[in-house]
């Protein structure tokens, strides 16, 4: 499908059944209010009776099944666009918890990996420990609390640790920024193998992941996943302008959000297509 059509298509299929798009709002907000009240309970069994603790950890674990169950149910979306399926996918709860799971897995891996690696960069241009000689000089400083960050830095850290420090910043953020854009683009082929063949190892293939992004083509692919993050970007943009003259108004991201990962896992599907 050309890059239009696969926006075009998915912006419009979360409205193909109201129903399905409403169940999944309600199951949000039923974990929301389960993670509220655990809260809540949590800190009355630290000052009242542990049973409340107790009941509060349930709730947190209710939680945690519910949004297992929306993940997996978007994994669903996600299959659904790859085999070109208008319809939005049954609710499984079983099937949809245990895909959950998976997807968690799969999120979890393709996070920690480049974070791992930019720890690593970190450790090699030093960040760490000019970050701690830096600020620590500052803090022990004698200068007037008022003072801006800026000046004080320059009076009592060297300008030779202040250089390296900034390089230090640089390099390390510039292999931050790489390394997750990059991650991200293959997550999103991992995502989609995960819902094209339910197996957490083929999501895990990371080569393999890798290679589908060239086997779809890195233009498009890149071009797929921006213009998701700028149309999702744009109308909460929209909607906290409009809060700020209708008070209130972004109550509607209850509905919105929702709408919106359904459009954002529906283009995935469309785009993962070409080589399905």
């Known amino acids: 499908m050309e890059i239009i059509d ?57 939680a945690i099944v519910v949004a297992f169950i929306l993940s997996g149910y978007l994994i669903s979306i996600v299959k659904f666009g790859i085999n070109h399926d208008e319809n939005l996918p049954e609710f499984q709860w079983k099937e949809n918890l245990i895909t959950g799971v998976k997807y968690l897995v ?82 999103t082929m991992a995502e989609s193998r995960l819902a094209n063949t339910d197996s957490l190892g083929d999501a895990l293939n990371i080569p393999e992941a890798f290679k589908d992004i060239g086997r779809i083509g890195w233009g498009k692919v890149i071009a797929v996943v921006f213009l998701i993050f700028i149309i999702i970007a744009i109308i909460n943009s929209v909607i906290s302008g409009l809060n700020y003259y209708i008070p209130g108004i972004s109550i509607i991201s209850i509905v919105v959000t929702p709408y919106l990962t359904f459009f954002a896992s529906r283009a995935t599907g469309l785009l993962y297509s070409d080589i399905a």
């Open 106 to 187: 799969v999120k979890f891996v393709y996070f920690i990996i480049p974070a791992i690696i930019v720890l690593i960069v970190g450790g090699i241009t030093n960040l760490f420990g000019l970050s701690a000689d830096v600020f620590s000089k500052i803090a022990t400083s004698s200068v007037n609390a008022s003072a801006n960050t800026t000046a004080v830095a320059s009076n009592i850290v060297p300008q030779s640790t202040l250089a390296s420090f900034g390089t230090a910043i640089a390099i390390t953020g510039i292999v931050a920024v790489i390394l997750f854009l990059i991650f991200l683009f293959i997550e």
């Open 6 to 62: 696969i926006i075009k298509e998915s912006f419009v299929y979360p409205s193909n059944d109201l129903a399905k798009l409403a169940i999944y709002i309600a199951l949000t907000f039923v974990s929301t209010i389960l993670i509220f009240l655990g809260i809540l309970l949590l800190g009355m069994g630290l000052t009242q009776s542990a049973i409340y603790a107790v009941i509060g950890i349930i709730l947190f674990i209710g």
